[in-house]
């Protein structure tokens, strides 16, 4: 068995029974730029204490899993330099070797489900990179959410990805993508995409019923959220594309390959927005926050 640390209050939590809410850490590492990412992990905390849960940011410190960081642990993880980013493949080597990395959505659901937590808020998912007919780029991600039951909710996939493609891969592998409040797969920056979402609910009840009753049905695989943006944080989607395609063919003149590829974009984006898309991707995260600790409440209730 493996040995979890968990922070104060998620232990508490557990003790009590009361609704926890997993928050990934490589949007902390390799997803925002310092200082503004230990202000938003502490932003996005709060967001779910004052929805009436618990946030547990998951982490390797040292060879340790986490699940909860304190405060002094998330200020010097989101300094750290040269941590890992760890996906399904390399989580467990990290843990072995006694390194540090941050957890990615796929890293992150293992380590929720680990601990007993059914609900994780994040931004975006990884997916079908853009040209993955040549680069064969697909996020371990989407294999993640066909195998490890948690309600992952983000919002959307990046337009930095080939999102009708990551569509079609989350149905053949069999993930119910949950459009919230609305017909179309939110577009990430923008709440509205050309994509119908697959699936539609609006509200958290609905979407922890759907949860209990895939277990139900002895079906593994979690489910994603869809939760737009709000629309008063939004940036438009013809804004974002010449800029999208600019970060894209620079990764592709510099060769940069792997798991190198979603952070070079996020921060090339980042500069050639000067910022306004962190300012997006802030708001959204923590509106996902929220929403998710409304599922976990409902979970809670529905299995009372
Ligand atoms: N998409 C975002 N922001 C992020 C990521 C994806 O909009 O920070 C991070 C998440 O941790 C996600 C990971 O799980 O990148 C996917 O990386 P890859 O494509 O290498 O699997
Ligand atoms: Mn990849």
Redesign the pocket.
Known sequence: MIDIKYSAEVQAAKSAGTAIVAL????IT???PYPQNIEVAAQVEQDIRDAGATPATIAVLDGHLHVGLEADQLKALGQAKNVA?L?RADFAACLACGGTG???????MIAAHLAGIDVFA??????V?KGADQSF?????LLELAATPVTVV??G??A??DVPKTLEVLETQGVPVIGYGQDSFPG?WSSQSNLAAPLRMDDAAQIARAHVMRQALGLPGGQLIANPIPKSDEIAADILAPIIDQAQSEADSQGVS??????FL?QRIFELTEGRSLTA?IALVRNNARLAAQIAQQLIALRQ
């Open positions: 990934e850490s490589t949007i390799h997803g925002m980013k996906s941050a957890t990615t959505v796929a890293a992150t994040t931004g975006g998912i990884g997916g990179h780029d697909i996020s371990a991600d983000a919002a996939a990046k930095i990805l990430f792997g798991k190198a590829v979603t952070p996020l991707n």
